[in-house]
């Protein structure tokens, strides 16, 4: 089956430390993204990638990195920069590329659901 | 900046009592309007894109609609199983979201 696997789904950090979440995708999709969910707030876009070895900043990038090394693969690294780094993280991928680039449908990851203690 | 601003945020309803959420959007040169279903704890799962004023695509008991300014979702005869929270999105680049309508559907 084709799809979006994000892992762990839930995930413990103590302060001052980094931690990664991985997302993998067996869609062939060209474009991936994270976003960040907290209760009552919309998505909002952490990093994007249209293609393999290159990503931009989303509209919250700070305190995080990522990298795209794999077509497959786009894992997200929070950092202790992150001040407020509790919430729900999803990771999704598109189509991307050609007329349309990166305004196609979104296909979603389940989350990861990161908790500082 | 692109805005998309969702309303209701709540919405409770009996089974079988048809409502409309509305997705409202500033946005220069919106290249597509876009509708998901997030089930608590899950990712969102895509349902519609709609590109133009006047289009209209359906689901089930889901309809979606565009104007120039904004789009409605309409939920005819609903059932408890359409309790989720709906999010739009839309952009000229890459989507905004909004904060998404949590409906509860009553049996």
């Known amino acids: 089956d084709g799809g979006i696997t994000q892992s762990p789904k839930y995930l413990f950090r103590k302060e001052g430390q980094n931690v990664t979440l991985s997302c993998e995708q067996n869609?062939?999709?060209?474009?991936m993204y994270w976003y960040r969910q907290d209760p009552g707030q919309g998505l909002r876009l952490i990093y994007y990638?249209?293609?393999?070895?290159?990503?931009q900043k989303g509209d919250i990038a700070e305190g995080y990195s990522v990298s795209r090394e794999k077509k497959e693969s786009f894992p997200l690294t929070v950092t202790s920069a992150q001040k407020n780094p509790t919430a729900f993280y999803l990771c999704?991928?598109?189509?991307?590329?050609?007329?349309?680039?990166?305004?196609?449908?979104?296909?979603f990851g389940p989350g990861t659901r990161l908790t500082v203690l | 900046e692109d805005q998309v601003t969702q309303s209701p945020e709540a919405l409770r309803l009996q089974e079988g009592e048809s409502s409309s959420l509305n997705c409202s959007y500033t946005?220069?040169?919106?290249?597509?309007l876009f509708w998901y279903r997030q089930d608590p704890g899950k990712g969102p799962e895509f349902l519609f894109t709609l590109y133009s004023a006047g289009e209209e695509k359906e689901k089930e008991r889901l309809k979606a609609t565009l104007t120039k300014k904004e789009s409605f979702l309409h939920i005819t005869a609903p059932k408890p199983e359409d309790s989720a929270t709906y999010l739009c999105a839309g952009g000229s680049y890459i989507p905004t979201f909004g904060r998404g309508t949590s409906l509860i559907v009553h049996p």
């Open positions: 869609l062939n999709h060209d474009a």
């Open positions: 990638s249209q293609i393999v070895n290159d990503f």
């Open positions: 999704a991928s598109s189509i991307g590329l050609g007329e349309r680039s990166l305004y196609n449908e979104q296909f």
């Open positions: 946005v220069s040169g919106l290249r597509g």
